[in-house]
């Protein structure tokens, strides 16, 4: 029988949150079922709160815990490694205890991460049978996190089996942020968010990361209609689709997002990345987009049009691509910098 061991993280003066897309494409967005792989979050503007929650005063549930259960099957390395991601991402982003409120697909604290190596069968079968990838998933009345992690990954010494775990952590925050109080934001916002947190946790703490190949491929085809980006692939959309590789394309049109906002706004970089990464629109609002961002979505999209598309360059992929440079972050930049609380 496999021994697992049980890491309490809680709050130590802690909180986080994270999802994630590997080169398996085994990862989902922001909120999947017990029996579908590639699920998305909920619409949140038919999500029931029970009562308007201030995320700066004091919980009576208190903090967000997390309750790990990692396998042994997993390197020892990574055992090692991963309560330093979980609380490094607890400290610069704390999940909002309004999450505590959120009354269809619950999430309770502490909220059960499951982790193993994809070389050996789930070992946590009997508990929550089914699960496979990597992705947050619920049944309704409770909701887990899912770290199967590819072992292939650990042979090509692929950062995304640490990267991974900020992915779904952000997932999570984006719950308590934007789900807990009553907002619905485009599909790429959920997935280009959890993909540009987990490239910067990268870039930060292990010096690279896909922004280096500026995130090739984001196929040019995809940005032909880029509102299909506001759904997931399986719901009728493009997110998580053929031309979302690894989320990349959904991870574009959150930097030229930010980018938009540096020029129309006059919004530093890191100002800029902080707001389309929290997107903390007032409570319950309507327009969350237009009220976050000053534009409508409608306008975002025609602004696509000034990245011009290119040849791919690569042997592997066929098509145009779209040249990504541009809205690439600066090299240095710190989760904490971005992520500060606003006055």
Known sequence: MKRLVSLSVASLFLLVAACSAGDSMS???GMESAVEEESAQPETSSVEVVEECDPLVAHPKGAFEFDPQVDESLPESWRTEFPVILATLQAVAPISPCIHDVREDPAKSPMKIYAWSSAVDSPFEDERPGM?????SGDGTDTWMVLEIEANDFASGSLHIYSVVAHEYWHVYQRGAWTAQGLSYPDWMWEGGAKVLEELYASEHYGQSEFDRNLFPVAATALANPSDFG????????VGGEYDRNYNTSAFMLL??????????GLTEVESLGLVLKAPAPRGSETPF???FGMSLEDFYASLAQ???VASGEDWFEGTV???SAVMPSKGLTLGEILQPTA
């Not at 496979?132 to 947050?136: I, L, N, R, T």
């Not at 759904?231 to 493009?238: E, P, Q, S, T, W």
């Open 27 to 29: 990862s989902v967005g």
């Open 231 to 238: 759904l997931y692939a399986f719901k009728g959309g493009a």
């Open 132 to 136: 496979e990838g990597a992705s947050v």
């Open 322 to 324: 779209v040249d990504a």
């Open 256 to 265: 030229a997002l930010a980018k938009e906002l540096q020029e129309r706004q």
């Open 307 to 309: 990245y011009p598309a």
């Open 290 to 292: 237009l009220d976050v």
